[in-house]
C-alpha cells in the first residue's frame, strides 16, 4: 500500500528552522515505521537521519513521537497507525533537536547517572551468590525491564516544562535498586530523589506509562517510590 | 582534529567492552570508544542465559561444559580456552551477581538454571539445567548491569564515535582513529592498548538476528591491516528466527519445553537427534529445519517455514520465563504463542570466526606471535572457544570470561609499555576514506548494494553451501565491488552524516563476506556451521585445523586473499562422531 509519511525535519547546517517534509512509500501493513523510513532514507533522500539499531524493541535507540504518541519506530506497524491518513513523525519532546530525529541525549543519561543507578553493598562480599527470594526478586521485576529509551521521560508534561526535573526514567531506574532486597544505598538514593526537582514534581498524569514500550508500570513505581520517602521503609 | 592519550583504549562498549573497561579503569586510564550509546549494543538482545556449572539444581561441573563446548564445536575448538571458559564460567556468573545482576531464583534463592541445547550431563547422557538466566532477557541485564557499574566507577565514554583504522608502528599497536558522527570531527587516540570488543558481521546476510549496526567494521580494521581472521566460514544461524523477520526467538523457548513440528505437525528433531531431540546444538537443528522444509514438509502458504510450538504450556509459566520473545510473535506476526504456534525459520547470528587470540585476548599476527598492545573479546575475536558451532549461552560467558581476561592483560601491558610515536599524519587513511566517500560522485546507492550483497549470501553461503553456490557467491561479490567504487551518498553534510557511514559500513561488511566465501570453498568438508553439500562429512585428515585469512597486495596492487591453517589445540578430548 501506498502511506504518506510526514517527517519533521531539522539540519542546522542547512537552514535555521525545522520544516514538515512528506514523503510516499509503498509499505506492507505488518511493516514497521522503522522500515518506512529506512525506506526514504535508503531509496528517496539519504540525509533523513534517525538513530536504530536492534530494530526489534530492545536497544531503545529509536524512540519518537508517531502520529503524537511517544513510541519506538522498530516497534510500531503501520497498520496499527491507521494508514490510509497521513502519518506524522517528529522527534522526541523535551531534549535539545541535533538533526531530524537525533535528540541530545546527555541530560537524559545524566538524570540517570545522578540516581546511583547501581548495586550498593557494605561489608564482606559472599563467597557465592547473595540469597534472594523469588518473592523480593519479583518485587523489583518490572523496573528491570527499562531500556533506556527516553519514551516516558519525554511524554512528561512536567519534564517539557521544567529542564531540572530528573523525569520518570531516572525515577524507574532508582526504583529498580531501592527495592532490591540485596542492595544498601535506599537512604541516600531517596535523599537524592526528595530534592525539589525530585520524585514529588510528578503530576500523576500516567503519560509515561502510557509511552513506555516496554509495558512498565512507570507512574505505579513512582508511587512506590513517593510511598517509600513518606514511611521511609521499603 | 583532536588528539587524546589513554593507557588503554576499548573499542566497543557491549559486554566484552564494558567487561574490559571494569578491569582496566580500575588499573590504569582507560578511555571506551563506541559507535553507540553502551545500552544500545547488542549484548542486550540476548535472551535464554548464560551457561555456568554452578550446579545449583542438579549435579554438574564445569568439565562436563568443558567437553559440551568442544563436542558442539564439532572439534575445531581450542580445548584449552574451553577449559578457561568453563572453568570461570563460575565466578563470571557469582561476579554478576555480586554487581546487581537480577537472575532469576530458585525456591532456596540461589540462582536459577535451565536445559539448553546441547548442554549435558556427563559427557552426553541426557540434558542438564545449566543456564543461568533473567527470564528471557538475560543479555539486557548483563548490558544493563555492565553499564551500571561503569557509571559506578566513573568509565569514561566516547559515545557515537566510529574507530575506523588502528594505528600501527614497527608492528605494535600504538593508536586509533575515530570519526565523532555529532560533528564530523576526527579524534587521534594514542594508546598503549587497544582491545577491540566491537561484535559481529551478521548484516552480510539478509535474514539475520543482528542489528543494523553489526557490520564488522572491527575485523575490517584489522583485516585492512593485513592482520589475519580465523575460522570466518564458520557463521551460526540460529534455528528461531521469526519467520520472513530473522527477530530472534530464544532456543530458551526450546529449553522450557517449546517443540519443532512441520506441515505433518511430526515433532521432526526425533529423527535428527533422538537423546536430546529439540535441544540439539544450533547447526543441527537449523539444517534439519532447512531440510524439513526443502524435502516439502514446510508449513505457510509457500511452505517456507515450519513452527515452534508452546502452546502445551501453561500461559503462566510461559508468561514467567519467555514473556520477551513470546511478545515478538505477538507484536510482528499476529501470533498468540499460548493458542497458535509460532512460524520460525534459521536467522543468521553469530560469527564463531573473527580476529585470532590466545587465551589472555592478545590478538595474533600469525600462528604464533601476538600483536604488542593489540587485544580482542567477544564476538570479534576467534579465541577458539566455539569452533565450527557455539553452544548456545557461550557467547554471554565468552564476553564475560573473555572481555575481564583482556581488559587485566590490557591494562598489564599498559603498565610497563610506553606511549610510541605515532606516524606522520595518522589521519591520513581515514580522511581519504571518508571524503572519498563523501565526494564521489557515481550513480550507485548504499543501500542497492548492500541488499543485493545480502541476497547473494543468503542463497549461496547460508545452512547450505556447495562448490558452484559458493563460487556464484564470488562472482557476485565481484561485481558488487565494482559497483560499490561507482557508489556517491547524498548527505554531504558534518552533522550525524549516517549516510556517510552506512556507506563506510558496506566497505567492511563486502570485506568480510569475501573473506567468508573463500574461507568456505576451501574448507572442503562439512563441519558444525559450514556444510558443504558436496562434501557432507567431517574430514579430520585434512581439516582439523582453523583457517587462517590474511589480507596480501601484490606487486601490481592488486588485493588477494591467501589462506593458510592453524593447528587446533587438543587436550582431553579427541574427536568422535557427533550424535546427540
Known amino acids: 500500500m501506498d502511506v504518506k509519511v510526514k517527517i519533521l525535519r ?12 512528506t514523503y510516499s512509500v509503498t509499505l506492507l501493513p505488518g511493516d514497521r515505521v522503522l522500515d518506512a523510513l529506512h525506506k526514504i532514507k535508503w531509496e528517496q533522500d539519504g540525509t533523513l537521519t534517525f538513530r536504530r539499531s536492534c530494530a526489534h524493541g530492545v536497544c531503545g535507540s529509536d524512540a519518537m513521537r508517531i502520529n ?11 497498520k496499527d497507525l491507521n494508514p490510509e491518513k497521513e502519518i506524522t513523525v517528529e522527534p522526541i519532546k523535551g531534549l535539545p533537536v541535533l538533526k531530524d530525529l537525533v535528540v541530545d541525549m546527555e541530560p537524559f543519561f545524566d538524570a540517570y547517572r545522578s540516581v546511583m543507578p547501581f548495586l550498593v553493598t557494605s561489608g564482606h562480599e559472599p563467597t557465592r551468590e547473595r540469597i534472594q527470594s523469588q518473592e523480593d526478586r519479583e ?4 523496573t528491570t525491564k527499562c531500556i533506556l529509551c527516553a519514551a516516558c521521560t519525554t511524554s512528561c508534561p512536567v519534564f517539557w516544562s521544567d529542564g531540572q526535573y530528573f523525569g520518570p526514567q531516572a525515577i524507574v531506574g532508582a526504583h529498580r535498586f531501592i527495592f532490591d532486597s540485596r542492595d544498601e544505598g535506599t537512604e541516600q538514593r531517596l535523599e537524592i530523589l526528595n530534592d525539589k526537582e525530585g520524585v514529588w514534581r510528578c503530576r500523576t498524569t500516567f503519560n509515561c506509562t502510557d509511552a513506555c514500550p516496554r509495558g512498565i508500570e512507570v507512574t505505579k513505581a513512582i508511587q512506590e517510590v513517593k510511598r517509600a520517602l513518606i514511611f521511609r521503609r521499603v | 582534529m583532536q588528539r587524546h592519550q589513554y593507557d588503554v583504549v576499548i573499542v566497543g562498549a557491549g559486554g566484552a567492552g564494558m567487561r574490559a573497561a571494569l578491569e582496566s579503569s580500575k588499573r590504569t586510564r582507560t578511555a571506551v570508544l563506541t559507535k553507540l550509546y553502551p545500552t544500545r549494543s547488542h549484548t542486550g538482545a540476548a535472551q535464554g542465559g548464560m551457561c555456568a556449572a554452578l550446579a545449583n539444581v542438579e549435579e554438574d561441573n564445569w568439565e562436563w561444559h568443558t567437553f559440551d563446548t ?3 564445536g564439532d572439534f575445531l575448538v581450542d580445548q584449552d580456552a574451553a577449559e578457561v571458559m568453563c572453568r570461570e564460567a563460575v565466578d563470571a556468573v557469582l561476579d554478576l551477581e555480586k554487581m546487581g545482576l537480577p537472575f532469576n531464583r530458585t525456591a532456596e534463592g540461589k540462582i536459577d538454571q535451565r536445559f539448553f541445547g546441547g548442554h549435558t550431563r556427563n559427557h552426553g547422557e541426557a540434558v542438564v539445567r545449566r543456564s543461568c538466566f533473567a527470564a528471557d532477557r538475560t543479555g539486557h541485564m548483563i548490558l544493563q548491569t555492565l553499564y551500571q557499574q561503569c557509571i559506578k566507577q566513573n568509565v569514561e565514554f566516547f559515545n557515537e564515535f566510529y574507530v575506523l583504522d588502528l594505528l600501527m608502528v614497527a608492528g605494535k599497536a600504538t593508536g586509533v582513529v575515530a570519526y565523532e558522527l555529532a560533528t564530523g570531527e576526527l579524534h587521534i587516540f594514542s594508546a598503549k592498548s587497544i582491545v577491540f570488543a566491537s561484535g559481529g558481521f551478521g548484516k552480510v546476510f539478509r535474514t539475520t538476528s543482528n542489528a543494523h549496526t553489526l557490520t564488522g567494521d572491527g575485523m ?7 592482520l589475519p581472521l580465523e575460522d570466518m566460514e564458520f557463521f551460526q544461524f540460529h534455528p ?3 519467520a520472513g523477520l530473522g527477530v530472534l526467538l530464544s532456543e530458551a523457548a526450546r529449553g522450557e519445553g517449546g517443540i519443532l513440528r512441520n506441515s505433518d505437525n511430526e515433532r521432526f528433531m526425533e529423527r535428527y537427534a533422538p537423546t536430546v531431540k529439540d535441544l540439539a546444538p544450533r547447526d ?12 516439502g514438509r ?3 502458504p509457500d511452505k517456507a517455514y515450519v513452527m515452534l510450538d508452546l502452546t502445551h504450556l501453561e500461559p503462566a509459566h510461559i508468561d514467567a520465563k519467555l514473556p520477551d520473545i513470546t511478545e515478538f510473535a505477538r507484536t510482528y506476526l499476529g501470533v498468540e504463542p499460548y493458542t497458535e504456534q509460532i512460524p520460525v525459520f534459521p536467522t543468521a547470528h553469530y560469527a564463531m570466526g573473527g580476529i585470532p587470540t590466545n587465551i589472555k585476548g592478545e590478538a595474533l599476527a600469525n600462528n604464533d606471535d601476538v600483536i604488542p598492545g593489540l587485544y580482542a573479546a567477544g564476538e570479534v575475536a576467534c579465541v577458539s572457544v566455539h569452533g565450527a558451532n557455539r553452544l548456545g549461552t557461550n557467547s554471554l560467558l565468552d564476553i564475560n570470561v573473555f572481555g575481564r581476561r583482556a581488559g587485566i592483560a590490557a591494562a598489564e601491558y599498559a603498565a610497563t609499555a610506553v606511549f610510541e610515536e605515532l606516524p606522520d599524519a595518522p589521519e591520513t587513511f581515514v580522511v581519504d576514506l571518508i571524503e572519498g566517500m563523501r565526494n564521489a560522485g557515481g550513480e550507485e546507492r548504499v543501500a542497492a548494494i548492500r541488499t543485493d550483497l545480502q541476497a547473494t549470501m543468503d542463497i549461496n553461503a547460508q545452512v547450505y553451501r556447495t562448490e558452484g553456490s559458493l563460487k556464484q557467491a564470488l562472482v557476485d561479490i565481484e561485481r558488487l565491488k565494482e559497483r560499490f567504487a561507482q557508489v556517491s551518498v547524498q548527505d554531504k553534510g558534518k552533522r550525524f552524516n549516517t549516510d556517510l557511514l552506512e556507506a563506510v559500513e558496506l566497505g567492511f561488511l563486502i570485506d568480510l563476506a569475501e573473506v567468508l566465501v573463500v574461507s568456505a570453498l576451501a574448507r572442503k568438508e562439512s563441519r558444525g556451521g559450514h556444510f558443504r553439500e558436496d562434501y557432507d562429512k567431517r574430514d579430520d585428515v585434512n581439516f582439523m585445523r582453523h583457517t587462517m585469512a590474511y589480507r596480501e597486495v601484490d606487486a601490481e596492487g592488486n588485493i588477494n586473499i591467501r589462506l593458510d591453517y592453524k593447528p587446533v589445540v587438543q587436550t582431553r578430548y579427541k574427536p568422535m562422531e557427533r550424535k546427540y
Do not use: H, Q
Not at chain 1, 531539522?10 to 517534509?21: A, F, G, M
Not at chain 2, 543441527?284 to 524435502?295: P, Q, T
Open chain 2, 240 to 242: 528461531t528466527g521469526l
Open chain 1, 139 to 142: 518485587r523489583f521485576d518490572d
Open chain 2, 298 to 300: 514446510g508449513c505457510g
Open chain 2, 70 to 72: 568442544v563436542k558442539g
Open chain 1, 68 to 78: 503524537g504518541r511517544n513510541r519506538l519506530a522498530c516497534k510500531t506497524l503501520i
Open chain 2, 284 to 295: 543441527m537443528v537449523a539444517r534439519a529445519m532447512a531440510n524439513e522444509v526443502r524435502e
Open chain 2, 220 to 226: 575490517g580494521i584489522v583485516w585492512r591491516k593485513g
Open chain 1, 10 to 21: 531539522y539540519n542546522p547546517e542547512v537552514l535555521d528552522e525545522s520544516e514538515w517534509k
